[in-house]
């Protein structure tokens, strides 16, 4: 593991926290949300390579366009986390799962039960916030189940992406 580089984005859900080595982003979290940055990389105040590309698609984003492909993303994290990580990569903007649907795929991909409850905790724990669009994922009754960013920017995110 190399050195991170932290620095900030301010945009219309508050302040965002970035992390980063090199050409890769490995943390965005919104301030204050929970399961923030990493014990095993202190905090350094920088800048990286890979937060001009960040800040180009998150100012996108929160305009309402396409922000086109992600820059090169490195979330760290358990085998079975980066599996999760990986499905809600793969949620196109517009569109909502479940903690079941996602389960369901794990399921298929690996040949054995995933609980929907410990999708739950990988989603909750994705340290790329909004990149890896977690607050994509709905309880199984089209309910805004928890969000580690806090529900009202969860709401707000899937407003801007008119979900909601």
């Known amino acids: 593991?190399?050195?991170?580089i932290y620095s900030q984005y301010v945009c219309p859900i508050g302040k965002l926290i970035m992390a980063g080595e090199g050409q890769v982003l490995t943390g965005l979290w919104i301030e204050g949300q929970s399961y923030f940055g990493s014990k095993d990389h202190p905090i350094q105040?920088?800048?990286?390579?890979?937060f001009e590309d960040t800040r180009r698609w998150l100012r996108a984003y929160f305009a309402g366009e396409d922000p086109?492909?992600?820059?090169?993303?490195?979330?760290?994290?358990?085998?079975?986390r980066r599996q999760v990580w990986e499905i809600l990569g793969a949620i196109p903007?517009?569109?909502t799962t479940t903690y079941g649907a996602i389960a369901g795929e794990l399921a298929k991909k690996n040949g054995k039960?995933?609980?929907?409850?410990a999708v739950?905790?990988?989603?909750?724990?994705?340290?790329?916030?909004?990149l890896i669009p977690c607050h994509r994922v709905?309880?199984?009754?089209?309910?805004?189940?928890?969000?580690a960013g806090g529900l009202e920017k969860k709401e707000y995110l899937?407003?801007?992406?008119?979900?909601l």
């Open 1 to 4: 593991m190399g050195e991170w």
């Open 158 to 163: 899937l407003r801007l992406e008119k979900i």
């Open 120 to 130: 739950g905790g990988a989603v909750g724990h994705n340290p790329i916030s909004i």
């Open 68 to 80: 086109g492909p992600t820059p090169p993303l490195a979330p760290e994290g358990s085998p079975f």
């Open 45 to 50: 105040w920088g800048e990286a390579p890979v």
């Open 113 to 117: 039960p995933a609980a929907p409850q």
């Open 93 to 95: 903007r517009g569109q």
């Open 138 to 147: 709905l309880g199984a009754d089209g309910s805004l189940t928890g969000y």
